[in-house]
């Protein structure tokens, strides 16, 4: 997700970073700052605990804003949860916010944007994926003369001009400052005396040992710390105290915590561990209860570990949640491992991130919608570990395929296309016992390929799907997959075809008595043919009756589509206030759920309905930042001619007022705004009183010909067509 530190703007640092103060570290964040200045690889190396990554986030947000005009931006990767390699690339560009809809690699997506954007890009914890990383950052830096890169991790990339910065502990005084810092952060004010020091000394000035030490003020003095740690020292290392590796030190002192943890707090501590990065009590109530554990007592048992800095707390869109730092969850981790009862967690995890995602589908399509899409962003990582175990589990192929075809909503309506599409093809690759799980992730396969306008993928994806639904007598899959083929259709410009397809599909939804957010974007997606084919009566009357049913229901996303084809009704029909109030109201949605395709649609729209009142200038910026947006969602307008209209009107009508010099100069104003901008400018515009511009009636004409091939040509993706 684009955050406030992304390539191009600027920030102060990783919300995930700031949870507790940024105390001493001066000489090192000026040196670190400076190094960046001089270096554009430069990587800070460390035991973990020590303190990297946040020095890393400051430094590079100082860099950042010390830099000559508007600057580059900077964004920061956290690659801990990433176990697979093959995903490296794809966390990039969602830490980057980079919304991608195409089936292009990741990255491709992050040499093109980031050649337009200089950058410092932080990979912070790659330690266990040096390889790829490695790899990665060889070509972004040897492609990227602008982009700087800086790596965190407990051992270097091995890169040539690689600069290493090794992170020391803390020293004394800064040690003691930070100790007393989290001691009143406990409510208890700590003296600088004898006690303190020897305690600092003790844990060599290790941050995150010297946290978990001050966590345990609430129950024990300083003086009761450094005695049980001093026994806990004993046990692990034999009584040679002068002699500490810090490595050692981080784990005994982690060690020490979890010995001081009461039996319930150890086990939870242990069982924690298989969450990705954040969690909320629902889902640790329930993954972790049981054997010793009763859900009743979660609560407070997570609480003291709250208590004790053994856990953090966050507040987010989604509402509270839990953060375990990784060197803790690691030492939790192996906890588990030793028990044997790992297995058992991760099905457990597995079993409730099923759950979730099987609620969100159903909840997509309610008043709740919004929270969803806030829940999912927040239960990703989550998410992506459940797919992964059910991937990589003998017998539980059917279960990545239910989880990844249940997440459609996601992929499709939460702007992650390119994700979505690896799960599913990495989910129908397999064999399952189960028909039913397998024909769904095969229709919502052939629904991402679309979209991305991957036309042979999808339609082989939903070719297979119907033959092996109706083999199999499965009504709802057989009328998924002639619906999405009835979509296919549309966007390669077979309107004949489109219409008879989704029709035949309505049909059969109504039969079955399904209804949802996909049956009313069939109804949309009918209404766009009739539209193209001059039937606006009939357009708008489907789109009605869309918008009332989600009105009805509370739905938004589906409802979106209809105000946009209501919106080209309305400015077919000369009422260009209409149906820029229409756009206005489809636009916000879609840019809430992060539906990329909904956004840079309406804008392609907005530009027409702009200009027809007036504002070429407006309209030439709305174009370029449509442009700029159209390389992450796929081929233009789909290659579509009739989707391509529009966008040629009002070229031409923009191009007149304005000559071509001039267009072609707000044009290149537009491409430079990014996505975030450009909304907001769309959504504020207020169109000036200029004498408005004749609107055309009618159908809106093709493209000239041999402008542009029709998405149906048999020059296009190979050849095929929607038939």
Not at 183 to 197: I, S
Not at 368 to 373: F, S, Y
Not at 693 to 717: D, N
Request: proline share 5%; glycine share 10%; with cysteine.
């Amino acid at each position: 997700m684009r955050g406030p530190h992304s390539p191009g703007s600027r920030a102060d640092g990783d919300p995930s970073l700031e949870l507790t103060a940024f105390v001493g570290r001066s000489a090192e964040l000026a040196e670190l700052t400076a190094a960046l200045g001089q270096t554009r690889l430069v990587t800070v190396t460390g035991v973990g605990g020590v303190g990297k990554s946040r020095l890393a986030a400051r430094a590079a947000a100082r860099w950042a804003s010390g830099a000559p005009g508007d600057g580059p931006g900077w964004g920061r990767v956290e690659l801990a949860p990433v176990r697979d390699p093959q995903f490296l690339e794809y966390a990039v560009v969602e830490a980057l916010g980079l919304t991608d809809h195409t089936a292009r690699m990741p990255r491709e997506t992050l040499l093109e944007h980031l050649a337009c954007h200089p950058a410092l890009l932080v990979l912070d914890g790659f330690e266990h994926l040096v390889a790829a990383c490695a790899d990665l950052t060889a070509e972004l830096l040897r492609r990227l003369p602008g982009l700087r890169v800086l790596a965190v991790g407990r051992r270097p990339l091995g890169l040539a001009g690689e600069r290493l910065f090794p992170l020391a502990p803390l020293g004394e005084e800064e040690a003691v400052e930070l100790f007393a810092d989290r001691a009143r952060a406990q409510g208890v004010p700590v003296a600088d005396g004898a006690e303190v020091r020897e305690l600092c000394r003790r844990l060599e000035g290790i941050p995150l040992a010297l946290e978990l030490a001050a966590g345990r003020l609430r129950a024990l003095s300083p003086g009761q710390v450094l005695q049980r740690l001093d026994d806990r020292f004993r046990l692990l290392t034999g009584g040679g105290r002068d002699v500490l590796p810090r490595h050692q030190t981080l784990r005994t002192a982690i060690g020490w915590s979890h010995e001081l943890c009461t039996p319930a707090e150890r086990l939870l501590w242990a069982r924690l561990s298989v969450f990705a990065q954040t969690f909320d009590l629902e889902a640790a109530e329930y993954v972790c209860s049981g054997d010793g554990l009763p859900a009743e007592d979660v609560l407070d048992v997570l609480s003291e570990l709250l208590a004790q800095s053994v856990l953090a707390r966050e507040e987010t869109p989604a509402g509270p949640r839990y953060r375990m730092l990784d060197t803790v969850r690691a030492y939790g981790a192996d906890w588990l491992e030793a028990t044997g009862d790992a297995g058992r967690l991760r099905r457990r995890h597995r079993d409730w991130y099923l759950g979730l995602a099987t609620w969100c589908e159903l909840e997509w399509f309610s008043p709740r919608q919004r929270e969803v899409a806030a829940r999912v962003e927040a239960e990703l990582p989550n998410l992506r570990t459940a797919l992964e175990f059910c991937l990589t589990e003998p017998e539980e192929a059917h279960l990545a395929q239910h989880l990844a075809g249940s997440l459609w909503f996601c992929w499709v309506g939460c702007g992650r296309l390119a994700e979505g599409r690896r799960w599913l093809e990495r989910s129908v690759e397999l064999d399952s016992e189960y028909e039913q799980s397998r024909l769904k992730a095969l229709w919502v396969l052939g629904y991402v390929a679309i979209l991305q306008g991957d036309t042979v993928p999808a339609l082989q994806a939903l070719q297979v799907c119907r033959e092996q639904a109706e083999r199999s007598a499965d009504p709802a899959a057989v009328a998924y997959a002639e619906h999405r083929t009835g979509c296919l259709a549309l966007v390669s410009d077979d309107m004949a075809r489109a219409e008879t397809l989704l029709r035949s599909a309505l049909e059969r939804y109504q039969e079955i008595g399904e209804l949802n957010s996909n049956v009313l974007m069939g109804q949309v997606e009918l209404a766009m043919t009739r539209a193209f084919q001059g039937d606006l009566p009939e357009a708008v009357r489907l789109c009605e009756d869309v918008r009332r049913v989600c009105e009805d229901h509370g739905e938004r996303w589906a409802r979106s589509y209809a105000l946009y084809v209501l919106a080209y009704a309305a400015w077919q029909g000369g009422d260009a206030a209409r149906a820029r109030e229409l756009l206005t109201d489809c636009l916000g949605d879609v840019h809430t759920f992060r539906d990329l395709l909904g956004t840079v649609l309406a804008i392609e729209l907005l530009a027409l309905v702009t200009v027809t009142q007036g504002d070429a200038v407006e309209a030439a910026v709305l174009q370029g930042a449509a442009g700029r947006m159209w390389p992450s969602v796929g081929l233009p307008l789909f290659g579509s001619a009739y989707y391509n209209a529009p966008h040629e009107l009002c070229e031409a009508t923009a191009r007149q007022a304005l000559g071509d010099e001039g267009y072609e100069g707000w044009v290149r104003r537009g491409a430079r705004l990014d996505r975030e901008t450009a909304v907001e400018r769309a959504l504020r515009h207020d169109a000036r009183p200029l004498p408005a511009l004749p609107t055309p009636r009618g159908p809106v004409p093709h493209a000239r010909a041999g402008q542009r091939e029709p998405a149906a040509s048999p020059t296009r993706k190979g050849g095929e067509t929607a038939g």
